[in-house]
Antibody, heavy 116, light 111 residues
């Protein structure tokens, strides 16, 4: 069974940083591209970033480009999202998922709150 | 980006009655592999979205057969034949053919 467990969320002030992690199990992690999706009060569900299975190609939504960095450690079956220069509008629940067109498998999410 | 537009955004339904949600995409969703990756999700409060339907009309394991998906091109529909109390929540369509995008969500409320 595919399991994805996000962690690292919390309360941070505007301009601050957080690093999210997503521990994967139940599938061959190195086979799959992975993605971060967020759910915010302002925009609902929104693609944030994705990375190919080897980690050599990364993609970002315009809203986070230059501030967020996606990465993965295939030896640890873990996906990361480094979030810098956080804004109030980044507040929401962040989900990791297998980045496949049928979108089957998501984690439970981790809450990020950006507030002073 | 492909824009996904759902209607209605709010849907009050009586128990045992049918319900229907429409989803329209700003462009066709046929992938280069020939498949159409239009998926439907259900989200209850405090939970992550759970996929119900994938590739337009395929029900996920454990999804009751009162749920059905249909459509092609840019117009898609999710139908519930007889609404039950557990069907309350928010339903989202999403396309996976290109960079993922999601509809705004339709809140189903049991009257």
């Amino acid at each position: 069974e595919v399991q994805l467990l996000e962690s690292g969320g919390g309360l941070v002030q505007p301009g601050g940083s957080l690093r999210l992690s997503c521990a994967a199990s139940g599938f061959t992690f190195t086979t799959y591209a992975m993605t971060w999706v967020r759910q915010t009060p302002g925009k609902g569900l929104e693609y944030v970033s994705s990375i190919n299975n080897g980690g050599g190609s990364t993609y970002y939504a315009d809203s986070v480009k230059g501030r967020f960095t996606i990465s993965r450690d295939n030896a640890k079956n873990t996906l990361y999202l480094q979030m810098n220069s956080l804004r109030v509008e980044d507040t929401g629940v962040y989900y990791c998922a297998q980045y496949i067109a049928a979108a089957c498998c998501w984690g439970q999410g981790t809450l990020v709150t950006v507030s002073s | 980006d492909v824009v996904m537009t759902q209607s209605p955004l709010s849907l009050p339904v009586t128990l045992g009655q049918p319900a229907s949600i429409s989803c329209r995409s700003s462009e066709g969703l046929v992938h280069t592999d020939g498949k159409t990756y239009l998926n439907w999700f259900h989200q209850r409060p405090g939970q992550s979205p759970r996929r119900l339907i994938y590739m337009v009309s395929n029900r996920d394991s454990g999804v009751p057969d009162r749920f059905s998906g249909s459509g092609s091109g840019t117009d898609f529909t999710l139908k519930i034949s007889r609404v039950e109390a557990e069907d309350a929540g928010v339903y989202y369509c999403m396309q996976g053919t290109r960079t993922w995008t999601f509809g705004q969500g339709t809140r189903v409320e049991i009257k």
